[in-house]
């Protein structure tokens, strides 16, 4: 069943997405970096944004520091552009799910070879 909270994860992933892309300036944020998916609690009062950033592992880091520290300025944002009564309390999450399965992919080739 679709109901309001997928429309408000759907709306908040779109506009977090443009905001990094286009206004934030951090120097840390990696151009590689893309928001794969939102999580709101059913009251709207926090949100987990789920982050892919390609690099290595120091560059994730970088990237993770520079997304928690320009928080506050992505609420505000999206605080004026987007018609919500209230905006949740972002949370930024590395989502790994690539990496690791990558690292699967490796081990069922490894195990393959090894038949």
Known sequence: MY???????SLLKREISR???SDVKDPRLS???SVVS???SRN?????????IMGEREEKQKTLKGLRSAGGFIQRTLRKNLDLRT?????FMVDDSLDRAKQISDL???????L
């Open 44 to 52: 709207l009062q926090n949100s987990t944004v789920y982050v892919t």
């Open 3 to 9: 109901d309001r909270i997928d429309s408000v994860n």
């Open 19 to 21: 905001i990094i892309t």
């Open 87 to 91: 905006i949740p309390n972002i949370r």
């Open 108 to 114: 069922l080739d490894e195990a393959e070879k090894n």
């Open 38 to 40: 939102v999580e709101t």
């Open 31 to 33: 151009s590689m970096t």
